[in-house]
């Protein structure tokens, strides 16, 4: 199989899939709107003591050899509710400024967890902004079964009612229905866990090969390569040529005359050191840009993890081992043990989505095709006059469809979306001293440095 099929299987099969069998959220002491007290805690060392001490609680140890109970974390759960509450103020803040109250605030949330985010969101909206919450939807799309129980019942008990809340046990990638009106998508450290595609390059040639996983008659998984045929993973590769987004080469492979060289040398592999692709991701932009042509997107995950299996924008695959994390050297492990986590490359996720989402419209029905376009969420009327609006968009704002048109020269279109830091985001938008420490730390704006925001 593919090797994207492969990481799909360990991660989600419904029998023995990671987060179907071992995966467990932590939770952070206390009732559903609690958590840590920190401004009890003296510095961010008595704070990481709290969190170990809470782990020991969830029951990270194991009494046998292998892999026990696999509990991980979150911002959202580590600092709940305050990191809900900074997410929430940053949409409310964009829905007051645009819609408000002429459409309702529809926010989708892609794997929920604990359901813990849209708690906290949900809450927030109705103790500080009555009026929006009783325009509000909140759909989650949630692939996990037991989640999505854990998820209704949750929200439920906490007075959130169907009319207001609503859970979709599904994959995004298996989505067919299509909102029209305008919506916020949240993403919050789910694409992480997207498998990728393997891809290397013949040196002599740089020809790109997919990769597949095989399994001898010992039980041992067997990579190999064959030349490109899966329609997803060209698509992929064609995009980053038309966005001059390089691939992952080492320095010796980017030009001809080093590539001659390093290929005449004793032993010298015949391909390129691996390269991760983000093929799942691309299949989510084509979804946003399809189902939900009006959206506006707020993406948060890691940007770099440490402990990385060799290759180009590779992940990290580990596993708890009697209470100890344990990072491996291959992604061919035993699936539904271990967990395989990506980076995210923020700069070539923009590149894409942007471009993606100013492609002009097509009446073409084949949800692969590029060439489909998004609405803006400004679009309202048809007019001849939009086929002169590219003259009144700057470049910080998406290209308007027809029907979006200015006659007094003001700019139009969607914003276009920009990436932030970890700490600008929650600079931005959160209630700070919540979680400052006596020491004046503040571990919700201080951790986490290799997180960041598209919004």
């Known amino acids: 199989m593919l090797v994207r099929d492969f990481i799909d299987d360990a991660l989600y099969n419904p029998h023995y899939g990671y987060f179907s069998k071992q995966a467990t959220i932590l939770t952070a002491p206390g009732e559903e709107d609690e958590g840590f007290d920190f401004n009890g805690f003296k510095d961010s060392a008595q704070f990481e003591a709290a969190v170990a001490k809470r782990y020991v609680e969830c029951g990270t140890l194991s009494d046998t050899d292998g892999p026990g109970r696999q509990i991980w974390h979150t911002p959202t759960e580590l600092f709940k509710p305050w990191y809900g509450q900074a997410i929430a103020q940053c949409l409310v803040s964009e829905y007051l400024l645009k819609y408000f109250p002429y459409e309702d605030f529809k926010i989708y949330e892609l794997g929920a967890g604990n359901g813990t985010l849209a708690l906290n969101v949900l809450d927030y909206l109705r103790a500080h902004y009555p009026e929006v919450y009783d325009r509000t939807v909140y759909t989650i799309i949630e692939i996990s079964a037991p989640l999505a129980h854990?998820?209704?019942?949750?929200?439920?008990?906490?007075g959130h009612l169907q009319r207001t809340v609503s859970v979709e046990h599904r994959s995004i990638f298996a989505w067919t229905k299509t909102e029209h009106a305008p919506c916020y998508v949240l993403a919050a450290e789910v694409i992480d866990n997207f498998a990728h595609d393997l891809v290397r390059y013949d040196v002599r040639t740089l020809e790109p090969l997919q990769g597949?996983?095989?399994?001898?008659?010992?039980?041992?998984?067997?990579?190999?390569?064959?030349?490109?045929?899966?329609?997803?993973?060209?698509?992929?590769?064609?995009?980053?040529?038309?966005?001059?987004?390089?691939?992952?080469?080492?320095?010796?492979?980017?030009?001809?005359?080093?590539?001659?060289?390093?290929?005449?040398?004793?032993?010298?592999?015949?391909?390129?050191?691996?390269?991760?692709?983000?093929?799942?991701?691309?299949?989510?932009?084509?979804?946003?840009?399809?189902?939900?042509?009006?959206?506006?997107?707020?993406?948060?995950?890691?940007?770099?993890?440490?402990?990385?299996?060799?290759?180009?924008?590779?992940?990290?695959?580990?596993?708890?081992?009697?209470?100890?994390?344990?990072?491996?050297?291959?992604?061919?492990?035993?699936?539904?043990?271990?967990?395989?986590?990506?980076?995210?490359?923020?700069?070539?996720?923009?590149?894409?989505?942007?471009?993606?989402?100013?492609?002009?419209?097509?009446?073409?029905?084949?949800?692969?095709?590029?060439?489909?376009?998004?609405?803006?969420?400004?679009?309202?009327?048809?007019?001849?006059?939009?086929?002169?609006?590219?003259?009144?968009?700057?470049?910080?704002?998406?290209?308007?469809?027809?029907?979006?048109?200015?006659?007094?020269?003001?700019?139009?279109?969607?914003?276009?979306?920009?990436?932030?830091?970890?700490?600008?985001?929650?600079?931005?938008?959160?209630?700070?001293?919540?979680?400052r420490l006596g020491n004046g730390e503040n571990p919700m704006v201080g951790f986490y440095e290799n997180v960041k925001f598209l919004f």
């Open 150 to 158: 854990a998820q209704r019942i949750r929200l439920r008990r906490a």
């Open 212 to 435: 597949l996983v095989a399994i001898d008659e010992e039980g041992e998984f067997i990579p190999y390569y064959s030349r490109i045929t899966d329609p997803l993973i060209a698509s992929f590769l064609s995009l980053c040529r038309r966005l001059k987004h390089p691939p992952a080469l080492p320095w010796y492979l980017r030009t001809s005359p080093l590539r001659r060289v390093y290929a005449s040398l004793p032993f010298a592999p015949n391909l390129s050191p691996p390269e991760y692709i983000p093929t799942r991701l691309l299949s989510l932009l084509r979804i946003l840009r399809v189902h939900f042509p009006r959206h506006r997107l707020l993406l948060t995950d890691f940007s770099s993890l440490p402990d990385a299996v060799p290759g180009g924008n590779a992940p990290v695959v580990q596993t708890s081992i009697r209470g100890t994390m344990v990072p491996c050297k291959t992604i061919f492990v035993r699936q539904g043990y271990f967990d395989i986590l990506f980076p995210t490359t923020f700069g070539q996720l923009h590149d894409m989505y942007e471009y993606m989402l100013e492609q002009p419209v097509s009446t073409g029905t084949d949800p692969e095709d590029l060439t489909r376009a998004r609405a803006s969420p400004l679009a309202s009327s048809t007019s001849p006059l939009s086929l002169g609006s590219h003259f009144f968009s700057p470049s910080s704002r998406r290209s308007p469809l027809d029907g979006v048109t200015s006659a007094s020269g003001l700019p139009v279109g969607e914003r276009k979306s920009s990436v932030f830091s970890h700490a600008e985001f929650l600079e931005t938008y959160g209630d700070l001293e919540k979680t």
